[in-house]
């Protein structure tokens, strides 16, 4: 029996397996089985798919992967607010490569990628899905695009559950130590829904004999499972509704409270603020540098990341800056005062002005 039909038998035996605390670590067992075959099968593909036209360079601050079904406007929207120069067409399947394209934005350098439309069982292979989704995992932000006419918000997020991207979503708050005796011992500090016979029988079928678990947060199974897995990929994204200016007024007010975003990729209408939205996603900031007696400069800031602080600035600037620094002075909203003296430790925020006294060597 083949991976794929031992995955049909075991989730249809799932389906078939009632909800309550009775039946609870079975059904922990077959999720456990089933999310081991399906990383089985992930890395069979990876190891043997063929991934021609798929493989794009990361260039760039950071990558974005534009994610849809086939024919709702991905390439246009590329092309509008990139600049690249992706073939568009009202037929589905005109993207069949990766189309990468450079979003200048802020001063930020965000590299966007076009992907070919998703089908039906694309985290099974269908169309291309392994290749395509494999794309998505390796950005670090995603934009779901949803067509008015065919809205399919759940089969797309669907697919990308199934091969294990969770959007919008953080890594279970639990840590799992191996250790050499003991049997498996159990730490929490929430109150947990899950049995503890549960968790030791999916450890166990883990492969782990003897181990200390710890879990921070209220966990149902599919999240011990994910907690478990090592082929899980967590990426923010944003909904975007594309050909808004097709929408009547009762239609667009339902969207717009439904959605993150409507826009129109073919006439430009909102493209800036999808912009805005898709730097904040990406917890992008801006740090302006400055030389002594001089104004900062705002024309090309340098681009960092929430929670980076001035040592993780001083890894990406040029030269030996990192070896000759002795301080810094910074002004801004992560400054109590202006031109405050900080250390290497000291945490950035956007538009902070930045000021090195470096060692003459």
């Known amino acids: 029996m083949g ?37 089985e099968k992930q890395k069979k593909q990876k190891g043997t798919g063929d991934t021609s036209g798929y493989a794009v360079k990361k260039k760039g601050d950071a990558t974005v992967a534009l994610v849809g079904f086939p024919s709702v406007g991905k390439s246009t929207l590329l092309n509008n607010m990139t600049n690249a120069d992706s073939d568009t067409g009202a037929y589905e399947f005109t993207t069949l490569d990766v189309n990468p394209g450079m979003l200048k934005h802020k001063g930020a350098n965000i590299q966007v990628l076009d992907v070919p439309g998703l089908i039906g069982g694309a985290a099974d292979g269908r169309g291309g899905g392994t290749q395509v989704l494999s794309v998505v995992r390796n950005a670090e932000f ?23 991207i969770r959007i919008n979503k953080h890594p279970p708050d639990m840590k799992v130590e191996k250790k050499g005796r003991g049997g498996i ?36 199974l599919d999240r011990f499972v994910d907690g478990l897995m090592r082929n899980r990929k ?19 007010k339902e969207y717009e409270d439904k ?23 990406l917890g992008l900031i801006r740090v302006y540098m400055k030389e002594k007696g001089e104004d900062p400069d705002k024309d090309e800031p340098l681009i960092l990341t929430e929670g980076d602080a001035v040592e993780d600035a001083l890894e990406i600037l040029p030269g030996d800056m990192k070896d000759r620094f002795k301080k810094a002075k910074v002004t801004g ?21 930045l000021e090195l006294n470096l060692r003459h060597i």
Request: overall charge negative.
């Open 3 to 39: 991976i794929d039909d031992r995955i049909q038998e075991l989730e249809e035996k799932l389906e078939k397996t009632p909800v309550n605390k009775a039946t609870e670590t079975e059904r922990g067992r077959l999720k456990g089985q089933i999310a081991e075959l399906k990383e």
């Open 142 to 164: 995603v934009v779901i695009m949803l067509d008015p006419e065919e809205m399919r918000e759940d089969e797309i997020k669907s697919e990308l559950y199934n091969a294990g």
């Open 185 to 220: 011992n159990i730490s929490t500090t929430v109150d947990l829904d899950i049995q503890e016979e549960t968790i030791k029988q999916m450890m166990q079928q883990r492969g782990y004999t003897n181990a200390e678990v710890i879990i921070r947060e209220e966990l149902d």
């Open 234 to 252: 967590y990426v923010p994204a944003i909904t975007v509704v594309n050909k808004a200016d097709m929408l009547d007024s009762e239609t667009r």
């Open 259 to 281: 959605y993150d975003l409507l826009i129109s990729a073919e006439k430009q209408k909102n493209l800036e603020n999808l912009k805005d939205e898709i730097f904040k996603g």
């Open 333 to 353: 909203e992560s400054s109590k005062f202006p031109e405050q003296k900080v250390g290497v430790e000291h945490e950035l925020m956007d538009e902070d002005i």
